[in-house]
């Protein structure tokens, strides 16, 4: 799916599937769920588990699916500023986290208060 929108553009794809804006204007659980369309192409995010396992094709795109926790998540290649934890499904950020210590007196109002670091895609 990804090499034909790839040969049929003279730009890298991702570049303009991200600065066409279509990602960012759909809310980030309808494009998990249902996928979006872009220059003629349908994208699928991720796959949910089956209600059954009659359909051996959707289980082995369930199983497909990358999980990952990440931990001091740079999201600048221009400055230094990190996401203290983050969870991603397919390479796509949907949890991330800012966690403060109370030791050296930091608590949630600080996290809160902090600014956010704006789109990381």
Same mark, same amino acid.
């Given at each position: 799916?990804?090499?034909?929108?790839?040969?049929?553009?003279?730009?890298?794809?991702?570049?303009?599937?991200?600065?066409?804006?279509?990602?960012?204007?759909?809310?980030?659980?309808?494009?998990?769920?249902?996928? +979006?369309?872009?220059?003629?192409?349908? /994208?699928?995010?991720?796959?949910?588990? #089956?209600? &059954? %396992?009659? $359909?051996?094709?959707?289980?082995?795109?369930?199983?497909?699916?990358?999980?990952?926790?990440?931990?001091?998540?740079?999201?600048?290649?221009?400055?230094?500023?990190?996401?203290?934890?983050?969870? +991603?499904?397919?390479?796509?950020?949907? /949890?991330?986290?800012?966690?403060?210590? #109370?030791? &050296? %007196?930091? $608590?949630?109002?600080?996290?809160?208060?902090?600014?956010?670091?704006?789109?990381?895609?």
């Amino acid at each position: 799916m990804w090499r034909t929108p790839t040969t049929s553009s003279t730009t890298s794809s991702s570049n303009t599937l991200l600065a066409s804006g279509t990602y960012r204007r759909t809310l980030t659980l309808h494009a998990l769920r249902k996928g +979006f369309d872009e220059s003629g192409h349908h /994208f699928d995010l991720c796959y949910f588990q #089956p209600t &059954s %396992g009659l $359909n051996p094709d959707l289980q082995k795109l369930y199983q497909g699916n990358v999980l990952q926790v990440m931990r001091q998540w740079k999201f600048s290649k221009y400055t230094e500023e990190s996401i203290d934890n983050g969870i +991603f499904l397919n390479g796509l950020p949907i /949890f991330t986290a800012e966690l403060k210590n #109370p030791l &050296s %007196g930091q $608590n949630a109002a600080h996290a809160i208060a902090q600014p956010p670091p704006g789109p990381v895609i």
